[in-house]
């Protein structure tokens, strides 16, 4: 029985603050995703699935706009998709090589963010912040 395997997608997650960061900081952190996804995609896929999926991927990190202020990217890719998401919220870096997207990817990614009050007391005064 011939079974049709299905095509490879890509997701990675990952902070992208372009106005926060040195250029080439950011360019290395691209490239190292992207040399991830590519071993993990060669490991996993046939060159014939992996190629187009990859060229994708590369022209996507290659468009991605340097001048907004968001604090993180979702990039989705397979052989008929392709996507970017500039997100709001703060991420940890996540590559997902799988057979679909799935959003709850992105709200696992979500960096928890405590947020404290600081009382400082003194014989003069009390602040908080």
Known sequence: MNVIKHLPCVSVIMPF?????????????LKLAFQKVQKQLSANYPDEQA??????????IRGLDSS???????IFVSPLVEKVYY??????EKIIIDESFEIRDLVYSKKEIHKYLVLVLSAQRSRIF
């Open 68 to 74: 907004t202020y968001k604090k993180s990217i979702g």
């Open 51 to 60: 190629g187009p999926v990859l060229a994708k991927l590369q022209s996507l």
């Open 87 to 92: 997100l709001d919220i703060p991420v940890e």
């Open 17 to 29: 603050e372009p106005k926060m960061m040195v250029k080439a900081e950011m360019e290395h952190k």
